[in-house]
């Protein structure tokens, strides 16, 4: 039983530790935000660099179930946050076509109502780190610095969460992961 847990930890570290070297790529609490600029669903060309002076929650998706709750929570941090300077955006970093990012939207359990971008050369993906890390929320400062991110849904990027950090950086603090 011994050989067997000692095989199983040898095989195991190195798969973890290669998840969690990718996994802290993600983070990068205190970096400038990568810039972009792409079209939205509706057709609308759509930068970061457009927000500036504004509090930006940026969730990059794929199609997929924990994608779909992330986003139906960035719709819910858009109605909290409306009439404030916060700009909620969502991109679909996978590069799917536009007819199925367009059928996955009007699956969501709300009408999705932020501009939800269209990535077809996967550019977000690459510039922050996305991938097998999917759904991703960060939260970028009024200059443009990322000041909070999370992996994953619910209790980690709930909008009670997402909306308590957007909050701080309206209030003018900062705020680190």
């Given at each position: 039983m011994k050989r067997l847990a000692l095989l199983f930890s040898v095989l195991l570290f190195p798969m973890l530790a290669v998840h969690l070297v990718l996994a802290a790529g993600l983070f990068k609490a205190g970096e400038k935000a990568p810039s972009f600029t792409l079209t939205a669903i509706t057709g609308e060309t759509v930068g970061l660099d457009t927000y500036k002076g504004k509090v930006v929650v940026l969730g990059l998706f794929h199609i997929?179930?924990?994608?779909?709750?992330?986003?139906?929570?960035?719709q819910k941090v858009s109605e909290m946050t409306k009439g404030k300077?916060?700009?909620?955006l969502g991109v679909n970093s996978s590069g799917d076509s536009k007819k199925s990012v367009g059928e996955f939207l009007s699956a969501f359990p709300v009408k999705v109502t932020y501009p939800y971008l269209l990535d077809p050369n996967k550019v977000t993906?690459?510039?922050?780190?996305?991938?097998k890390f999917i759904p991703n929320v960060y939260v970028i400062d009024q200059q443009g610095v990322i000041r909070w991110q999370r992996v994953g849904n619910m209790d980690l990027a709930g909008e009670e969460v997402i909306v308590a950090e957007v909050e701080k950086l309206l209030a003018g603090g900062t705020n680190k992961m």
């Amino acid at each position: 039983m011994k050989r067997l847990a000692l095989l199983f930890s040898v095989l195991l570290f190195p798969m973890l530790a290669v998840h969690l070297v990718l996994a802290a790529g993600l983070f990068k609490a205190g970096e400038k935000a990568p810039s972009f600029t792409l079209t939205a669903i509706t057709g609308e060309t759509v930068g970061l660099d457009t927000y500036k002076g504004k509090v930006v929650v940026l969730g990059l998706f794929h199609i997929c179930d924990p994608c779909m709750m992330q986003g139906s929570t960035l719709q819910k941090v858009s109605e909290m946050t409306k009439g404030k300077d916060v700009a909620v955006l969502g991109v679909n970093s996978s590069g799917d076509s536009k007819k199925s990012v367009g059928e996955f939207l009007s699956a969501f359990p709300v009408k999705v109502t932020y501009p939800y971008l269209l990535d077809p050369n996967k550019v977000t993906d690459k510039l922050y780190g996305g991938g097998k890390f999917i759904p991703n929320v960060y939260v970028i400062d009024q200059q443009g610095v990322i000041r909070w991110q999370r992996v994953g849904n619910m209790d980690l990027a709930g909008e009670e969460v997402i909306v308590a950090e957007v909050e701080k950086l309206l209030a003018g603090g900062t705020n680190k992961m």
